[in-house]
């Protein structure tokens, strides 16, 4: 692992707070591939043999390009780690990542915002899933109390290829999110899109999943789960578009209301191919009461008992 010695004091900051939310350390070693942003500089980077890791600080942030030999196969994540350490400021990311024909990877990344007050972080990530290659994103945030967070992410999956994404910021606070995913399916590609957020206070959040099914026979999923206490306000926006011979996609949206949260689900189904099948499953309103009877009867206090079935949801 090569750090920066001007950066070490914030690269331990960094391995710190993986310690105290109970994150994997082990990400950090010397067989791992990854790049280590905080702020505006690049303060760690790995490569190793397969993974090729390139990048450049730009204005207010750092743009990473990934590039994943054909064939490559790892046993451990690419780790992606963006931090920042301050109370306040803006934060520009993006990450063009290409993955190689017949390649298996996974991807980890963590966002670090611990200290935020006033602070807006966009990313952008563009990937390319090569030919009859798998590969696993996972996206998890630590937020402070004042993060707007504007996040973009934008993948083709080519032929036989298989993508599936997860987004999940359920331990703090969400603030102000605006997210959007998207997946274009070639032939026999395969793509899953799964987010997990959960809103307190006046959080807003605003999210759009779209699937692109334009190959023969390719196959999509969305799913997102959202929990709305309090104040919070909630916009949730899934497309699926069947344009590929007998192409599937299924959209899968549930939300969870408690308090005087405001909640919007907006379910879009296009097609253009009368081969191609969509169907959409959708549900929003309280904690169920049979199951909060149930857990009540063995002992546990309402709140527990709704605080028991909310883990439940959010849970891998």
């Known amino acids: 692992m090569s750090i ?5 004091k914030e690269y331990e900051t960094i391995l710190e707070i993986y310690e105290k939310e109970g994150l994997d350390t082990s990400l ?19 490569n190793i043999p397969g993974v090729e890791i390139r990048g450049e600080e730009i204005e207010d942030g750092v743009r990473a390009y990934v590039e994943i030999a054909d064939g490559t196969e790892l046993h451990f ?38 200290y935020a007050k006033n602070f807006t972080h966009e990313a952008i990530a563009r990937i390319k899933v090569g030919e009859r290659s798998s590969v696993f994103y996972e996206d998890e945030h630590i937020h402070g109390e ?3 967070m504007v996040g973009k992410t934008e993948v083709e999956v080519g032929k036989n290829g298989r993508y599936t994404g997860k987004f999940s910021l359920t331990k703090h606070r969400a603030r102000e999110l605006k997210l959007e995913m998207s997946a274009r399916l070639g032939n026999n590609a395969v793509a899953e899109l799964v987010s997990k957020v959960k809103a307190v206070k006046d959080d807003s959040v605003e999210m ?18 959202v929990i709305a206490f309090d104040n919070s306000r909630v916009n949730v926006i899934n497309e699926a578009y ?22 919007q689900t907006v379910p879009l189904l296009r097609v253009k191919n009368d081969r191609a099948e969509l169907t959409h499953e959708a549900s929003i309103g309280r904690i ?3 199951q909060l009877v149930q857990l009540m009867a063995k002992g546990l206090t309402e709140d527990e008992a709704a605080e028991f079935i909310i883990k439940g949801l959010l849970r891998e």
Not at 28 to 46: E, K, M, P, V, W
């Open 28 to 46: 950090f070693g010397d067989r791992i591939a990854t790049i280590i942003i905080s702020g505006d500089r690049i303060i760690g980077l790995n």
């Open 4 to 8: 920066k010695i001007d950066r070490v």
């Open 146 to 148: 004042g993060v707007r």
């Open 242 to 263: 069947g344009f590929g011979d007998y192409s599937k996609g299924h959209v899968e949206c549930h939300e969870i209301v408690k308090g005087n949260a405001d909640v």
């Open 208 to 225: 759009k999943e779209a699937i692109y099914l334009e190959g023969a026979h390719s196959r999509g999923n969305l799913k997102s789960t």
């Open 288 to 290: 169920n009461e049979a």
């Open 77 to 114: 994540p690419i780790h992606l780690c963006t931090g920042f350490l301050k109370n306040e400021g803006y934060q520009r990311v993006i990450f063009d990542i290409t993955v190689g024909r017949n390649s298996k990877v996974k991807f980890t990344s963590h966002c670090i915002f611990p």
